[in-house]
């Protein structure tokens, strides 16, 4: 993904201005729709303003920037479509989001050229860009697994189990994102919770996430080309059972962990780099055992670029699962190679790690 033209195009779509007013709610019941549907397109008169629940299949259009206001669902059943080069802004103080029901679907297919990008209310104004501005996507998906009642955001405590696909979301971009909506529940820049691998997440840019970048709970989505710039928590984060790929992912001035992996985790990392220097940092690879599980992974293709001080490049914390981790041309490069426990009990881990990495 050339990140680059990706940025410029941003700045061109951030010129656009608001217009109209007013919100965007609806009490009609939908019967669930087999497969997606774009439904009606919005046209200039209609308003700009998203908030509470959409009920009716949409399109969000391209001729102006759409606002979030609060928490914005769309419901089971229900279709929202983005239109490439569309910009969606979270309103200054009003803690929005965006969030996809299980049995709703997303269909957000920008191009390289003219990518849909999902920002603050500030840097459309043309105000300062920070991270957590506004909250971020979250999709919640329909392949549920014995660990994906650990979402922490919001009331939701599973996924759908149908296995369908939410959506698709190609050259996207994601700035200015993460809040917390209750102590220790934060919204991250792409959340998939549950979601299955017939969803298409490619060519996607978080920049400036409060929290993490992508976090990623159940199910087996796959995801390609990603970038993550600036993330203050952790860039990629995996948990509870993902068993997907992820093929393309580049990770730069993230201040915790580069890649974290918790819970009953085995995920695939192809083609992967990795630079992280925060005095903050968790590690480049971050293996944390939760809730009794056991961590690993399966890396191919994978660079990393490692100058903190703190933790150490591999970071291990609880149980490391040493046979199901598989490495392929992995490259530990920078001034602090060290693989470490996290205490003194995870001695025995970081030796497992240490045989695979070193």
Not at 34 to 42: A, I, N, V, Y
Not at 191 to 208: A, M, P, Y
Request: hydrophobic share 35%; proline share 1%; aromatic share 6%.
């Amino acid at each position: 993904m050339n990140y680059s033209k990706i940025l410029l195009s941003t700045f061109a779509i951030a010129a656009l201005t608001f217009s109209g007013c007013g919100s965007d709610s609806s009490s009609d019941t939908n019967t669930k729709t087999e497969t997606p549907d774009s439904g009606t397109k919005d046209t200039a008169q209609t308003s700009n303003i998203l908030s509470g629940e959409i009920t009716t299949n949409r399109t969000l259009t391209a001729n102006k920037t759409w606002l979030l206001d609060g928490k914005v669902e769309v419901a089971t059943g229900v279709t929202l479509t983005i239109e490439a080069g569309t910009t969606v802004a979270g309103i200054e103080g009003s803690d929005a989001w965006l969030m996809i029901q299980a049995g709703a679907f997303l269909i957000a297919n920008g191009t390289e050229s003219n990518p849909i990008l999902f920002t603050s209310q500030e840097a459309v104004n043309g105000d300062a860009e920070a991270a957590g501005q506004w909250g971020g996507v979250t999709i919640i998906g329909n392949k549920a697994n014995n660990q994906t009642n650990q979402y922490e955001v919001d009331d939701v405590t599973e996924a759908g189990t149908s296995g369908a696909t939410s959506g698709s979301l190609k050259y996207v971009i994601i700035d200015n994102s993460g809040i917390a909506v209750e102590q220790d529940k934060e919204i991250n820049g792409l959340s998939l919770f549950g979601v299955s691998n017939k969803t298409v997440i490619e060519n996607i840019i978080t920049h400036r996430s409060g929290d993490d970048g992508i976090e990623i709970w159940g199910g087996d989505v796959n995801l390609k080309d990603i970038t993550i710039d600036g993330a203050q928590d952790d860039s990629f984060d995996t948990d509870a059972g993902w068993t997907g790929m992820v093929d393309g992912l580049t990770i730069t001035n993230g201040k915790k962990a580069g890649i974290e992996m918790s819970g009953t985790t085995v995920g695939t990392y192809k083609n992967v780099t990795i630079t992280l220097n925060s005095l903050d940092s968790e590690g480049a690879l971050y293996f944390k055992e939760t809730h009794g599980g056991n961590v690993g992974g399966i890396f191919e293709n994978i660079t990393i670029n490692y100058n903190s001080d703190a933790a150490g490049i591999v970071f291990v914390a609880g149980s490391f699962d040493e046979v199901n981790t598989k490495l392929t041309n992995v490259t530990l490069n920078g001034s602090n190679q060290k693989i470490r426990g996290k205490k003194d009990t995870d001695a025995i881990e970081a030796t497992q790690a240490e045989s695979i990495f070193k």
